[in-house]
């Protein structure tokens, strides 16, 4: 079974620009998280979304947003890039996101750099 | 609020000897709780998880977790380290219910040396 993948791997934007960034989860998971990782803050959860309702938003500014289709892919935008939005964004996926098939499976990541 | 703490930023030990990454959380109610493993430019890797059932959890790569319900722990351990295990580890936790997210702690790296 196919891993948790993301596109693209690596992106460089500079200042003011927006980004997509794409998620396609494990066949069959319904589940897909994003997250932020820098080396100052660590891993910050974004949001989280089940069946193509956003059902959790971390505490990022409406800068950050996503989406889900309907055959579980995800996307995060984020508009008006900043220095600070560098980082390596994962995405995760799960089954169903509760009970004992909570386990997430990450992607390795889209690594952004802005300049 | 959920939150996971992780009081060791780096952890040596040497090749063959036991190891343990501790962890510790804090949380409304019983937890899920997880470690992952994070190899450089790569993404999580899942090593194991507690859900209910049995304090000692056994998972990927030799590794064990025990759940310690009044010290709100669930430190990672391995009785002999490898040079391969060095990386950095992460210990999340989840409530229990519906649409509940991941908190994950700061990360602990392991370094393994031979």
């Known amino acids: 079974k196919a891993g948790v993948t993301q596109t693209p791997r690596y992106l460089i934007k500079t200042r003011g620009q927006q980004v997509t960034l794409s998620c396609s989860p494990i066949?069959?998971?319904?589940?897909v998280s994003w997250y932020q990782q820098t080396p100052g803050q660590g891993l910050q959860f974004l949001f989280e979304?089940?069946?193509?309702?956003?059902?959790n938003k971390g505490n990022f500014p409406g800068r950050f947003s996503g989406r889900q289709f309907s055959n579980s892919r995800s996307e995060m935008n984020v508009s008006t890039l900043e220095l600070g939005d560098s980082a390596l964004y994962l995405c995760?996926?799960?089954?169903?996101?509760?009970?004992?098939?909570?386990?997430?499976?990450f992607g390795p990541g889209t690594r952004l750099l802005v300049l | 609020a959920q939150s996971v703490a992780q009081p060791e930023d780096q952890v040596n030990v040497a090749e063959g000897n036991p190891l343990t990454v501790k962890c510790t959380y804090s949380?409304?109610?019983?937890?899920?709780l997880f470690w992952y493993v994070q190899y450089p430019n790569r993404g999580l890797q899942f090593l194991l998880k507690?859900?209910?059932?049995?304090?000692l959890v056994k998972g990927s790569y030799g590794f064990e977790a025990e759940f310690n319900k009044s010290q709100t722990s669930f430190h990672l351990k391995k009785p002999s380290a490898l040079v391969s295990d060095s990386a950095l580890y992460f210990c999340?936790?989840?409530?229990?219910?519906?649409?509940?997210?991941?908190?994950f702690g700061p990360g602990t790296r392991l370094s393994v040396l031979p």
């Open positions: 507690y859900i209910t059932g049995d304090n």
């Open positions: 995760a996926s799960s089954v169903a996101g509760t009970g004992v098939r909570e386990t997430q499976y």
């Open positions: 066949s069959g998971h319904r589940s």
């Open positions: 999340a936790v989840r409530s229990r219910g519906y649409g509940q997210n991941f908190v």
């Open positions: 979304y089940f069946s193509e309702t956003q059902r």
């Open positions: 949380v409304s109610g019983n937890p899920y």
